[in-house]
């Protein structure tokens, strides 16, 4: 069974652009969520997505946004890119949230903001 | 919302000893205490779980201590050997699969 698929893998934007991630879950899993990982903050929850539906999101301003497809499949996006935006972006899948199962994570993609 | 803490953010034991890294949280409402390794360029990898309703839960040489009184957990590493090495965190959620409120990791070297 493949694991969670995170692309690109690393991406160097610049100041002022914006950016879109990509996850696909493990088959199966309908549970999508997003952290990001700073040397400074650690690993802090940006949102989470089942059924196409935003079930909960973390203290992150507006210029954070996600949405999931229907097959699952998960996109979050960056507007406006600060240098402070640098950091390892990590997707966690999982079954279902009310159904007990942990999350799995992908390898994460490295955003560089210079 | 919760807050979890972690000590200590780092530890050096010798191989064969044995490693402990310890955690509080805040939030009561939490019932469910995951701990992941991370290695060098890749993500979070689960490697013991417990649940509210558990105090204490062992897999092989990793252990894991529950006391929801006190509002800590603690993972325990026996007979340590140099793969262990990694940055190990603690988190805390209502339930698997819920948004994870993690510590600040522990990065454990393991010498020969």
């Known amino acids: 069974k493949a694991g969670v698929t995170q692309t690109p893998r690393y991406l160097i934007k610049t100041r002022g652009q914006q950016v879109t991630l990509s996850c696909s879950p493990i088959?199966?899993?309908?549970?999508v969520s997003w952290y990001q990982q700073t040397p400074g903050q650690g690993l802090q929850f940006l949102f989470e997505?089942?059924?196409?539906?935003?079930?909960n999101k973390g203290n992150f301003p507006g210029r954070f946004s996600g949405r999931q497809f229907s097959n699952s499949r998960s996109e979050m996006n960056v507007s406006t890119l600060e240098l402070g935006d640098s950091a390892l972006y990590l997707c966690?899948?999982?079954?279902?949230?009310?159904?007990?199962?942990?999350?799995?994570f992908g390898q994460g993609t490295r955003l560089t903001v210079v | 919302g919760e807050n979890v803490e972690q000590h200590p953010s780092t530890l050096s034991v010798q191989e064969g000893d044995s490693a402990v890294i310890k955690c509080t949280y805040s939030?009561?409402?939490?019932?469910?205490f995951p701990w992941y390794k991370q290695e060098l360029g890749k993500g979070p990898q689960l490697i013991i779980d417990?649940?509210?309703?558990?105090g204490e839960k062992k897999d092989q040489r990793i252990a894991v201590t529950l006391n929801k009184t006190a509002k800590h957990f603690s993972l325990h590493i026996t007979e340590t050997q140099p793969e262990d090495s990694a940055v190990y965190f603690c988190?805390?959620?209502?339930?698997?699969?819920?948004?994870?409120?993690f510590g600040k990791g522990t990065s454990l070297l393991v010498t020969p």
């Open positions: 988190a805390a959620s209502k339930s698997p699969g819920y948004a994870l409120n």
């Open positions: 997505y089942f059924s196409e539906t935003q079930r």
């Open positions: 966690a899948s999982s079954p279902n949230p009310g159904q007990g199962a942990e999350a799995f």
């Open positions: 417990i649940r509210s309703n558990v």
């Open positions: 939030d009561s409402a939490s019932n469910y």
């Open positions: 088959s199966g899993h309908r549970s």
